[in-house]
């Protein structure tokens, strides 16, 4: 058995490729780039653009390898309305049914995927479990959702498909969003919460998530779907203030009026000028907390990051390549 990595050179798959080589796996990774990452002197790289199907064909899946899909596009960098669709879907969902369509081809039918918690919209209950309904708020939601739609047709015709919906992944070599936050801090500046900042605000590790991977592959790939969230995680007020505290910043976090501030980014959104995605402040206020119990009893995964670390490493992060420090992982990835 090899595994094959599709987006393995991106953000988590950079994390799960040492994993698998460190349990005596043979890894290929499939990806449009190549970075300089010392795991390749045992795994293998093989160029890919999955949105094209003969290229995903050209990988060479053989019938028992185990399959990861990673290649994703994310909410970063922003896009407008009119783009969005042509945005996600090529590599989302195109990308996931090229990858299905040459596993069929070659008689594999193991696959671990991840979508995103985004395919919940607003929040209905609390906290969220895996049968939480699902109502995705814009194309990249959308674009996941249909994803597991497809894995849902596949499974009956044999396949078995683990599918993981992370919160917002974070870790070395990825600020996205938060890039913005941080520069608020260096200048001082205030930082606007929307809403009161006493809803949590939850993050998974990348680390968290490439034990998620293999820990679904050493399961035996079930046919279930999994949250990917940190444990007890705190109000945005203390998270936020914190980092300020360990920034040494005297920025000042404001509340604001939820409402208010939403119609307002509507606004900016509609003359496509967007400051963030609908699909990120519309929940921003909400208790949008994942109930990750499932993957614990299932798979023995456990989170091991907690929010308030990840949140002061990705700081630090920012911080080193502001003062012109090597960072390892440095590249941002498509995901």
Same mark, same amino acid.
């Given at each position: 058995?090899?595994?094959?990595?599709?987006? =393995?050179?991106?953000?988590?798959?950079?994390?799960?490729?040492?994993?698998?080589?460190?349990?005596?796996?043979?890894?290929?990774?499939?990806?449009?780039?190549?970075?300089?990452?010392?795991?390749?002197?045992?795994?293998?790289?093989?160029?890919?653009?999955?949105?094209?199907? !003969?290229?995903?064909?050209?990988?060479?899946?053989?019938?028992?390898?185990?399959?990861?899909?990673?290649?994703?596009?994310?909410?970063?960098?922003?896009?407008?309305?009119?783009?969005?669709?042509?945005?996600?879907?090529?590599? @989302?969902?195109?990308? !996931?049914?090229?990858?299905?369509?040459?596993?069929?081809?070659?008689?594999?039918?193991?696959?671990?995927?991840? !979508?995103?918690?985004?395919?919940?919209?607003?929040?209905?209950?609390?906290?969220?479990?895996?049968?939480?309904?699902?109502?995705?708020?814009?194309?990249?939601?959308?674009?996941?959702?249909?994803?597991? &739609?497809?894995?849902?047709?596949?499974?009956?015709? =044999?396949? +078995?498909?683990?599918?993981?919906?992370?919160?917002?992944?974070?870790?070395?070599?990825?600020?996205?969003?938060?890039? #913005?936050?941080?520069?608020?801090?260096?200048?001082?500046?205030?930082?606007?919460?929307?809403?009161?900042?006493?809803?949590?605000?939850?993050?998974?590790?990348?680390?968290?998530?490439?034990?998620?991977?293999?820990?679904?592959? #050493?399961?035996?790939?079930?046919?279930?779907?999994? @949250?990917?969230?940190?444990?007890? *995680?705190?109000?945005?007020?203390?998270?936020?203030?914190?980092?300020?505290?360990?920034?040494?910043?005297?920025?000042?976090?404001?509340? !604001?009026?939820?409402?208010?501030?939403?119609?307002?980014?509507?606004?900016?959104?509609?003359? @496509?000028?967007?400051?963030?995605? *609908?699909? +990120?402040?519309?929940?921003?206020?909400?208790?949008?907390?994942?109930?990750?119990?499932?993957?614990?009893?299932?798979? =023995?995964?456990?989170?091991?990051?907690?929010?308030?670390?990840?949140?002061?490493?990705?700081?630090?992060?920012?911080?080193?390549?502001?003062? =012109?420090?090597?960072?390892?992982?440095?590249?941002?990835?498509? &995901?």
């Amino acid at each position: 058995m090899k595994h094959v990595i599709f987006g =393995g050179d991106g953000f988590v798959g950079r994390h799960l490729a040492p994993k698998l080589l460190a349990d005596g796996a043979e890894v290929v990774v499939a990806d449009i780039v190549k970075s300089d990452l010392k795991h390749y002197r045992s795994a293998r790289f093989v160029e890919c653009d999955v949105t094209d199907a !003969t290229s995903v064909e050209a990988v060479g899946i053989k019938p028992d390898d185990m399959v990861y899909n990673l290649s994703a596009k994310m909410l970063s960098p922003i896009q407008t309305r009119a783009k969005r669709h042509d945005f996600f879907f090529p590599v @989302n969902y195109y990308g !996931t049914l090229h990858i299905i369509e040459a596993m069929d081809a070659a008689g594999a039918s193991k696959l671990v995927h991840f !979508t995103t918690d985004m395919i919940y919209g607003h929040t209905v209950v609390t906290p969220m479990t895996e049968d939480h309904p699902v109502a995705p708020l814009g194309e990249y939601g959308l674009s996941k959702q249909m994803t597991e &739609e497809l894995a849902a047709e596949w499974r009956k015709r =044999g396949m +078995q498909i683990s599918l993981f919906r992370p919160r917002l992944i974070i870790g070395p070599g990825r600020l996205g969003i938060l890039e #913005k936050l941080f520069k608020l801090i260096d200048m001082n500046l205030p930082v606007p919460m929307i809403g009161s900042g006493k809803n949590p605000y939850q993050f998974i590790s990348v680390f968290d998530c490439a034990e998620a991977a293999r820990a679904a592959w #050493k399961a035996g790939v079930p046919d279930e779907a999994y @949250n990917l969230g940190s444990l007890n *995680p705190p109000p945005v007020r203390r998270l936020l203030g914190d980092l300020i505290k360990h920034a040494g910043s005297k920025s000042l976090l404001i509340p !604001t009026p939820g409402w208010a501030v939403k119609r307002t980014l509507d606004l900016f959104d509609l003359v @496509n000028m967007p400051i963030m995605d *609908p699909e +990120q402040y519309l929940i921003a206020d909400e208790e949008c907390v994942l109930d990750v119990s499932k993957a614990k009893r299932q798979l =023995g995964w456990v989170p091991q990051h907690r929010d308030e670390d990840m949140l002061i490493a990705a700081y630090r992060e920012y911080r080193g390549k502001k003062d =012109g420090q090597k960072v390892a992982a440095r590249h941002v990835p498509a &995901e």
